[in-house]
């Protein structure tokens, strides 16, 4: 019985809870830091630093630089099995027990909904106790979870040696923007600090479309056409919103990261204007297949036609996602040839309207030595490289290297980062090429010269075409329509539901 005691109060150490539903809006928790120590520093020196308990009484205003830091780092923790069960509300009767909240689409809409969590009434000084209980028990691994006893507690310290001690998690505000970690962003309005796995995690607390704000100009640039901004708006926002049904960080304690991960997110940074009215005038609007969220992928350039998903990576085909024609001119080539991937890399068209950056994208030179490129795949040397397969866009999607030993590429990003960090796998290697049963074959020697286009994967909306299409005047439902063919906009996904009062936790 005491086990279970010490459990339950453990699990209030560690709220995982982030979704949240009011006024209208979707909050969301986007991870910034997760660390031992975390230091908090207001962009205005001396401005005060606002620091709650959300679930205790305490609360205190710091003046300047805030380091927080686990209060006992040597803290004993134990191991215990983590399992959980749904319930309707995040509301409950017992203050011991502890919800987490998850996403789940339900009746063609978006619902938080929420689980207890609770510990098996065994708990074990080691992983390896823990794994062996739970193999023996047919449990799964993953719902081993190291506890930690003691580091609810955090210890807050100012410039002047104040220091206070609080229980997580905490909420966080203040005037100014604050730098985390001495970090070069600058992030302001509401922030959580909780404690997750011996570390503390500092999440924004912000809604979906302030957000969606903060990620597109770091996607395809601040000073982009208000239409193209808003065709990157509605794929940003379904892309979280499907990464949101997927509950990916749902262990974490936070809802998104901030890195490619999930979406690079960088607050305020490079926010204009433009940006604020691009994600206004498509409010809450994402795609969708059917009555689900449309995988919503979108790339740098495409280099000429989009790729489809199953031949980058090897999925279910999805009719959204297989592949259009981005640059007119290259529906004449036939890019699942190399030779006539050789004829469009070598084509000119027009692109007197596109700046330097776009225009770089779409025609670029690289060269790597043999030996290197031995040595990236672990080989001694290479006698010949074979392209086994090149998809729809010209991406070369599988390759085989011949040499000491058999190297095979099998995927897009493996080919790029074996030649050395290549924009695309839209390439050819320069000088002759040799056909024999279907498979082109090349005797690479000394140093190997490629030509190619594109960046990034080559699958969903580009970016290039889709800024290309708002300078001929181009609409953003036209631009999501070209590159996510069938999709359909809706902008009510959202289950509004309002909080219980009462649930028995059984
Ligand atoms: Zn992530
Ligand atoms: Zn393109």
Known sequence: MRGLCIALLVIMAISLSAAEYQNGQLYLEINLAAEKQIQLTPLIPNTEIQISEQDGLFSRAFKGIVTISLANQE???????????????????????????????????????????????????????????????????????????????????????????????????????????????????????????????????????????????????????????????????????????????????????????CQVYKGKYLVNETVLKAVRDCQNEALFVGDSFADATYHSSCGGKTDSSSAIWKGKPLAHLNGVTCIPEADSFDLSTEAGVRRWMNYEYDTTEMNSWEKSTLSWEKSITCTKLAANLGMSYISNIKILSRGRSGRITSMLLEGNKDVRL?????????????????????????VSSGV??????????????????????????ALRMARQGKTYTEILQLYYPGTVIDSKWMAAKPKGIFIDAE
């Open 75 to 261: 803290a004993l923790s134990y191991f215990g099995i983590l399992d959980h069960k749904e319930v309707s509300s995040a509301i409950i009767s017992d203050s011991l027990v502890v919800t987490r909240e998850f996403y789940a689409w339900e009746n063609s809409q978006l619902t938080i909904k929420h689980e207890l969590l609770y510990f098996l009434n065994n708990s074990f000084r080691s992983r390896e106790a823990a794994e062996q209980f739970a193999s023996l028990n047919r449990i799964p691994v993953s719902k081993i979870m190291e506890i930690p006893l003691v580091n609810s507690t955090v210890k807050l310290q100012n410039e002047q040696g104040d220091v206070m001690y609080l229980e997580t998690p905490l909420k966080i505000n203040c005037a100014s923007s604050i730098k985390v970690n001495g970090g070069s962003l600058s992030f302001d309005g509401s922030f959580v600090l909780k404690t997750v796995n011996h570390k503390l995690v500092l999440n924004h607390f912000l809604p979906l479309e302030q957000y969606v704000e903060g990620v597109i100009p770091n996607e395809i640039g601040n000073n982009s056409p208000l239409e193209a901004l808003k065709a990157q708006a509605v794929a940003a926002r379904t892309h979280a919103l499907s990464l949101l049904v997927n509950n990916r960080h749902k262990a974490d304690g936070y809802d998104l990261c901030s890195a490619t991960h």
């Open 410 to 434: 099998d995927n897009e990003f493996k080919i790029r980062t074996a030649f050395g960090g290549l924009p695309s796998s839209l390439f050819y290697i320069k000088g002759n090429f040799q």
């Open 440 to 465: 082109i074959a090349i005797y690479p020697k000394g140093n190997i010269q490629m030509k190619g286009s594109g960046s990034g994967h080559g699958v969903g909306m580009c970016q290039v075409g």
